[in-house]
Structure formats: C-alpha cells, structure tokens
C-alpha cells in the first residue's frame, strides 16, 4: 500500500514549455485533489476531482488542466509553463469517512526559469 | 484569507516544554476542522481532527481547542520533542472542500 505517489520529485522547465504531473493513489479514494504550495503560505487548492469521470476548478486553476484517468490516477498539465507557476505541488486524495482526511504525496518542486 | 506572504508565524519552545499553536478560521459554516504537520521535503499529515459541535478533543499528546464564538482553533502539543519540529496547518471544511490556513513553523530548542 504505497498511498498518494507523485511523479516526478523536481522539474525544471523553461517558460512557454509544457509538462504533465502525475499523481496515483492505491487506496481506492472516489476523491482526489492539486494544490499548490508557496513559500510560507498554505495550500491552495488548484483542481478537484470529486469522483471518476468529473473535474472542477479550484482556487487558482488559471494556466493548469487536468485529467481524471481513471479512479487511480488524477494529472496536473501545464500547457506553457510561466515563472509565477514555479511552486510544490501537492496531490491528495480523500477518504470521506468519520474522519474526513486528505492524504498527501510526497510534493513535486517545479521550478520555471 | 490572511497571508504571511514569505515569513511564517515561528514558534520556539524548548524541548519538554507544551506548545500551544493557534489558526483563525474565516467561515462561521465551516463544520469540521483538521490539524496537519508537515515536514521539511514532505506532503502534511493528518494529526486530529474535531467537528463543530464539540470545543475540545485530545489525542496522543495533542489536543485541539475550538472556539466558534471568534472563529479560533489552537492545536496543543505536551511535552514537546525534537522530532515535533515541522509546519502545522489549520484546515477548515467549507462545502466541498477545505480551506487551509497559512501555517506555523514550530522550531524545538534542546
């Protein structure tokens, strides 16, 4: 039982280049989320996935997409990468039970020159 | 919601001492409130929870205070240790999703 895992652990991308972020989870949660987290500030939700098949913007989803695979998998696109979008992002997924918990990947740091 | 921009709220206890980290949460509504830590490198972590129809809930060295009167919540740890050190995180439930506050760096003195 692996959790929440993300690929990959850094990036590196020029502006105007473009990459996918992935995110898996084994724990066969019907939720699944992205944020993003900036220097000493909180998570801020980008997209959200509240089941298989459906997708809605967040907080801050300018310059991202994403796709909901399947009931495992949930991935980030940036289309054209900009400097502002250098962060660590977080995928999560949710266990809506008793207690309703997120559980985080490990984080991806992107950094865009 | 408030931001601290680059400079987190830090925190400084010494080891063995009770620490005590407080959040302003920002929707009256918001039914279910969670505590998370998060260490350096990694993804936060669940450490308790508590709904709104309660004021008070302990867990293993920690306990969460709720006071909806001014919208405040505050994470209590007991005796603290090295390995506490982290950035803890408020998160409210508001609808569908969760609101997270800006986080507290806890730094633990030997």
């Known amino acids: 039982n692996a959790g929440v895992t993300q690929t990959p652990k850094f990036q590196v991308l020029k502006t105007g280049q473009s990459m996918t972020l992935q995110c898996a989870q084994d724990m066969n949660h019907n939720s699944m989320y992205w944020y993003r987290q900036d220097p000493g500030m909180g998570l801020r939700l980008i997209y959200y996935s509240a089941s298989e098949g459906t997708t809605d913007k967040g907080e801050v989803p300018n310059g991202y997409n994403v796709s909901r695979l399947n009931k495992r998998e949930f991935s980030l696109r940036l289309e054209s990468a900009a400097p502002s979008q250098t962060s660590v992002y977080f995928c999560?997924?949710?266990?809506?039970?008793?207690?309703?918990?997120?559980?985080f990947g490990p984080g991806t740091r992107l950094t865009v020159t | 919601g408030e931001s601290v921009g680059l400079h987190l709220p830090t925190l400084s206890v010494q080891e063995g001492d009770n620490s005590i980290i407080n959040c302003a949460y920002s929707n009256s509504a918001s039914d279910y409130f969670i505590w998370y830590k998060q260490e350096s490198g990694k993804g936060p972590q669940f450490i308790i929870d508590i709904r709104s129809n309660m004021d008070k809930r302990q867990g293993q060295r920690v306990t969460v205070l709720l006071n909806k009167t001014v919208k405040h919540l505050s994470l209590q740890i007991a005796a603290t240790q090295p390995g506490d050190s982290a950035v803890y995180f408020c998160?409210?439930?508001?609808?569908?999703?969760?609101?997270f506050g800006p986080g507290t760096r806890l730094s633990v003195l030997p």
């Open positions: 999560a997924s949710r266990n809506r039970g008793p207690r309703d918990e997120q559980y």
């Open positions: 998160a409210e439930r508001s609808g569908q999703n969760f609101v």
